[in-house]
């Protein structure tokens, strides 16, 4: 590989937010005080960032705005980095959803490929979105280093397109993504404009 650009994101997940035990999705929920400062722990050290992107949910803007405005870097607010959209089901507690729709939150668990039971974004449609919104990022922002602000889901999906992982349930249960985790994604681009991820995880405090 000629490698010809470098592009790193590091991805961050939100903090705690209001709503804890509710499927979130796209019901805006605001952060805590507890989750903002988790937020700022895990990107402690990270100085050398050239451009912020954000889902416009609050959970992961309220965060995204405080730490561009710190270091005078451009926030961009992206749409397509939202969690995913439960419809129905959308900021419900699961306890309340297990009583009611016990049948069908089960088989949406076991196999979410071919199950969209409570009538939002299909996972087909939820990955082509998440592969979208990578696709666009690595265009426009090719050889910077970005800090994205997103969601637990959104990030256990990129991860299934990254490191080219089967279109199964399986990897949604396997991965453990805690409030404010944060994984670094390193893009090398070569001369016939192929890409080359890498992921890293945990981030090594190295900048």
Partial sequence: MNQTSTTRIDILRHGLPE?????????????????LAQMHAAVEGLHDVE????????RCHDFAK?????????????????????????GQSR???WQTERELLSSYWKDPWQS????GETLQ?????????WQLLLNRYQGKRILLV???????????????????????????????????VTVYRDKNGEYWPQVQWPVQQQY
């Fill in 95 to 97: 306890d309340s959803l």
């Fill in 51 to 58: 451009q912020v992107l954000s889902s416009p949910l609050q």
């Fill in 150 to 184: 997103t969601h637990g889901g959104v990030m256990k999906q990129l991860l299934r397109i990254l490191l080219d992982m089967p279109e199964s349930a399986s990897y949604l249960q396997r991965i453990d993504l805690p409030y404010a985790a944060r994984y670094r």
């Fill in 66 to 90: 405080q730490f561009a405005a710190n270091l005078a870097l451009p926030l961009e607010q992206c749409p397509d980095w939202k969690e995913m959209n439960f419809g129905r089901w959308d």
């Fill in 125 to 133: 449609e939820f990955d082509s979105r998440v592969v979208k919104a």
């Fill in 19 to 35: 709503g804890d035990g509710c499927l979130r999705g796209h019901t805006d929920f605001p952060i805590t005080t507890e989750g």
């Fill in 116 to 119: 969209t039971p409570h009538g």
